[in-house]
């Protein structure tokens, strides 16, 4: 299996991109799933009210979705987030944390591809009862991604268009 991140701060679209790309490979004749975010499922406050419990809580079901995920034998499994992405909410809030750190730096080696989505100036969070809506928050989490990306030598694609990504993830 080959497990594709889609990564970035929330609102900008990861979620139809992840779509997108599994109907691509779906018609091209590959098996591809997706794995949809686990913050929206968690019991805990998320966003600018988020506890610490929170954010250990979605980065652990993130890997164990993933891992579940991966006995379903598909070719290609897009994740809507990652551990990384998910973490730079946590840093966000309550700054790194060593343990942390390490465990998200080896488990985004299980990645075959990261695609980052850049929060465009042209970006607007559709109000949808979860995600924030506040638009210094979302550019303070771009941000971080970003920060971690860099500290972790993470490898990783520039999203710009479907059409120039869909040669690179095959």
Request: glycine share 4%; aromatic share 8%; with cysteine.
């Amino acid at each position: 299996m080959k497990k594709i991140a889609v990564i970035g701060t929330h609102g900008i679209r990861k979620t139809t991109l992840c779509y997108k790309i599994a109907a691509i490979l779906k018609v091209s004749g590959r098996n591809a799933d997706v794995l949809q975010e686990v913050a929206r499922k968690s019991p805990f406050p998320v966003n600018e009210g988020t506890t610490q419990e929170a954010q250990r809580w979605i980065l652990h079901t993130q890997i164990a979705s993933e891992i579940a995920a991966e006995v379903q034998r598909a070719n290609y499994l897009l994740c809507d987030r990652s551990v990384l992405d998910n973490y730079a909410y946590f840093v966000r809030a309550f700054g790194r944390d060593s343990f942390l750190d390490n465990l998200v730096r080896e488990h985004v080696k299980t990645y075959a591809q990261i695609i980052y989505v850049p929060l465009l100036k042209t970006s607007v969070i559709e109000p949808d009862g979860f995600r924030s809506t506040n638009s210094e928050f979302q550019k303070a989490i771009d941000d971080e991604v970003q920060r971690l990306l860099s500290a972790f030598d993470v490898r990783h694609i520039r999203f710009s268009t479907v059409e120039e990504l869909v040669p690179l993830i095959n």
